[in-house]
């Protein structure tokens, strides 16, 4: 099993829709998680982290963590194509290396 | 405030060839991470310092070496370049070294191996 696992892409949703983006973790991955955006030809740009179970929100953004089923995933609710990018989840280990997934391509659909 | 700052943007090296990448951090962070990110994957993790000390090594060979400075800048340095190497290489940096969360990434360096 890979350390942090994201659903393939490319992932595709309609203007203004609920774009849901998923990931799971192994045992080696037990601290923060993070989700970062990557546009194509750019750098990761953190959006948004979280650390205990539950849901996070920031705008429209939406990060759940669940450590019992090893599951974090992100919401973005009226979706924007600007919102067209790579999105990059990422777990810390206790050795406090960040470990990052493949990612997940996203298309927003005017 | 100055974000992530990594020179030169762009690098074009042969076969065989070393290259030295730079990094400075944001100013107050003293942690810095190196990635490589091949296209189509996740950035993987090299190596990460504090306080000018390794404190993290990932599966890389040890054609891979790094070191910073007293003002907590970087380098990246990669000996005998292999066409494999082409990648974009992103340093990060954070507050501090153990129990740092969030970290902030440069621009990258996009390196080119022929």
């Known amino acids: 099993q890979k350390e942090v696992e994201q659903n393939s892409g490319p992932l595709s949703v309609p203007e203004g829709a609920i774009a849901s983006l998923n990931c799971t973790y192994s045992d080696r991955v037990s601290q923060s998680f993070f989700w970062y955006r990557q546009y194509s030809g750019k750098s990761p740009e953190l959006i948004m982290s979280i650390y205990s179970n539950g849901d996070k929100e920031d705008g429209r953004f939406t990060a759940q963590l669940n450590k019992a089923s090893q599951y974090v995933s992100l919401l973005i609710r009226d979706s924007q194509p600007s919102d067209s990018a790579t999105y990059l989840c990422a777990g810390k280990t206790s050795y406090d290396k960040v470990i990052f997934g493949p990612g997940t391509s996203l298309s927003v659909i005017p | 405030d100055a974000g992530v700052t990594q020179s030169p943007t762009h690098l074009i090296k042969t076969r065989g060839q070393q290259v030295t990448l730079r990094c400075s951090p944001i100013?107050?962070?003293?942690?810095v991470s190196w990635y490589q990110q091949v296209l189509g994957q996740g950035p993987q993790f090299i190596f990460q310092?504090?306080?000018?000390?390794?404190?993290g090594r990932g599966n890389f060979p040890d054609r891979f070496s790094a070191r910073q400075f007293p003002n907590y800048s970087s380098e990246l340095n990669v000996n005998a370049l292999l066409l494999g190497d082409s990648a974009l290489y992103l340093c990060a940096s954070t507050p501090r070294g153990t129990g740092a969360r969030e970290q902030y990434f440069g621009p990258g360096t996009r390196l080119t191996v022929t």
């Open positions: 100013s107050g962070h003293k942690s």
């Open positions: 310092y504090y306080e000018k000390e390794e404190r």
